[in-house]
């Protein structure tokens, strides 16, 4: 077989990808390990920036999103008992995010995919890329008993933390940056009505706790909880006790309870690789790094980076020119030290990390308590919660 792109993984940044390509009219085929039923069985996160819902709207998928997400323009800040509402709207001038979760997102993508007649391989095992270095990179993988080659021009890793992709790129070229936080998250999705019509997030000194939704009837919930946690040690009444106990009363009082649908633990990491670029071959997304769920910038930070890469792809194929190219993981770096800054510091100040004494705590309501007496402050949060614009700081 042979094509322009070969996309490895077909989450919501490889069809994306794949998507962006197809109506520049570039030929892509996209490999997938897993069956479809799985990557769509995979729970994310909800909140999407107004860049990524452009992309959708761009790429032709955003009919279900604009009928079914939740549109907000704030959310809640608790701590010492109180919320707080951060004005998004007010403060970055009309500004909003989209609550539609990362599955629906998935499913929209991979509906359309379909109804293009596109080619994506689901189940390919034994994935494998090569020649990447040159200008002649091909793809093997194995599909039912059957071994089969792309040859392609360019390779795009969209394959996540554990794909092939970046496993494939030389040690002598590559530098990875990681933190590893002490704590996971436990999330609850179920169908009870959220317990706010905006997002609640929570710093307790039991720990942190986030109140989200995937719609007017569908919950998604988080708990701060140790590493050594296991899932079995939580039931859904232990969950909900532990709630309640870190919200505040009104909060408390209106949370509706339920048998969940999904329950699981998360660890949470700070990790970029560097570069995102390796001769023909191209990182996007989880692949090339990962950030705390805490902000809400892992898919949106995908869909950027997939945005700059068929940009980049466009213009080598419309204008003989590989500048874009050449520049993506600059670009893309650049955009996401920004993003991994504001998800750590986001997530250093509303969790609570034991391991650093009372102290800490008395500093995070501190610096809390400031933020919310500054406009500056409130800008900066506000700001980067509903994402800088693409081109920001070029």
């Not at 919320?83 to 500004?95: M, S």
């Not at 999705?189 to 019509?197: I, M, R």
């Not at 800054?341 to 990390?353: A, E, G, L, V």
Request: net charge negative; hydrophobic share 40%.
């Amino acid at each position: 077989m042979k094509t322009q792109v070969t996309i490895i993984g077909a989450g919501p940044s490889g069809l994306l990808l794949g998507q962006l390509l197809h109506k520049a009219g570039i030929d892509a085929v996209i490999l997938e390990r897993q069956r479809p039923d799985y990557v769509l069985g995979r729970i994310r996160a909800g909140v999407l920036e107004q860049v990524a819902t452009e992309l959708l709207d761009e790429v032709g998928v955003g009919e279900r999103m604009h009928a079914e997400g939740l549109v907000h323009g704030g959310f809640d800040m608790l701590f010492n008992g109180v919320r707080h509402r951060i004005d998004l709207e007010k403060l970055t001038d009309g500004k909003k995010v989209m609550v539609y979760g990362q599955t629906e997102v998935t499913r929209d993508l991979m509906d359309a995919r379909t109804a293009a007649g596109l080619p994506t391989v689901y189940q390919a095992a034994n994935v494998q890329v090569h020649d990447f270095d040159t200008k002649t990179p091909r793809v093997t993988y194995e599909k039912d008993g059957q071994s089969h080659t792309i040859d392609c021009d360019f390779i795009a890793g969209c394959d996540g933390f554990h794909g092939v992709c970046r496993a494939s790129a030389p040690r002598s070229a590559i530098k990875e940056y990681e933190k590893v936080y002490p704590f996971g998250w436990l999330g609850l999705l179920s169908d009870t009505p959220p317990v706010h019509h905006e997002l609640i997030y929570v710093n307790h000194p039991r720990g942190f706790a986030l109140c989200s939704q995937r719609s007017e009837t569908r919950s998604r919930y988080y708990l701060q909880v140790p590493l050594t946690d296991k899932i079995e040690q939580w039931s859904d009444d232990a969950f909900w006790d532990e709630l309640k106990l870190r919200l505040d009363p009104e909060a408390a009082e209106k949370l509706v309870t339920g048998p969940s649908l999904e329950k699981s633990i998360a660890p949470l990491r700070s990790f970029v690789t560097e570069p995102l670029r390796f001769g023909r071959m191209f990182l996007a997304g989880d692949a090339g790094h990962i950030v705390p769920p805490t902000g809400a910038k892992g898919l949106n930070l995908a869909a950027t980076d997939v945005k700059y890469l068929s940009n980049a792809l466009v213009e080598f194929y419309s204008e003989k020119s590989e500048a874009g190219i050449d520049g993506y993981s600059e670009r893309c770096l650049k955009r996401i030290w920004r993003a991994e800054r504001f998800s750590w510091w986001f997530t250093s100040i509303m969790h609570n990390f034991t391991d650093e004494g009372a102290i800490n705590g008395k500093l995070q309501q501190a610096e809390l308590d400031y933020l919310m007496h500054s406009e500056a402050g409130l800008k900066t949060i506000a700001e980067n919660y509903v994402g800088l614009p693409l081109n920001f700081g070029e």
